[in-house]
């Protein structure tokens, strides 16, 4: 944006803070840069729920090589691993199990994004 129309934009639209000096607003900018923002926020948590997706992705890709339905994850899979996780690591396997979506519309669209993109890749490597 221009200088002067940036100019006119400060004076018309913030007439109020038109004569405070340049501390006041890099003081602004400051409590702005440290407010936490959305993204800030969720990456923790969007970090775990990448672990449970690529195990998801991981798990698919297995029930494919294998060939057996798609419901095997959710009626095998998922009990199994959480008989590891409450066995094993004396851990209650619910917070994990809700992070692993396994049901047989999400492996299928898993399997066919997966073959998507080798197909994609194939058709990179032959140009």
């Known amino acids: 944006m221009k200088l002067s129309r940036l100019q006119d934009h400060?004076?018309?639209?913030?007439?109020?803070?038109?004569?405070?000096n340049v501390a006041y607003f890099q003081d602004l900018k400051n409590k702005h840069n440290a407010?936490?923002?959305v993204s800030k926020l969720f990456s923790v948590a969007a970090k775990q729920d990448d672990d449970g997706l690529r195990a998801s992705y991981n798990i698919s890709l297995l029930i494919a090589q294998t060939g057996k339905p798609h419901t095997i994850g959710?009626?095998?899979i998922?009990?199994?691993i959480k008989e590891v996780i409450t066995t094993v690591l004396h851990k209650t396997a619910a917070d994990i199990i809700r992070k692993i979506p396994l049901s047989n519309s999400s492996v299928q669209r898993r399997i066919d994004?997966?073959?998507e993109n080798i197909e994609v890749i194939v058709q990179s490597s032959e140009d």
């Open 10 to 20: 400060f004076n018309k639209m913030h007439p109020v803070k038109k004569n405070k």
């Open 35 to 37: 407010q936490p923002s």
């Open 74 to 76: 959710e009626t095998l």
């Open 78 to 80: 998922l009990p199994a």
């Open 113 to 115: 994004e997966m073959a």
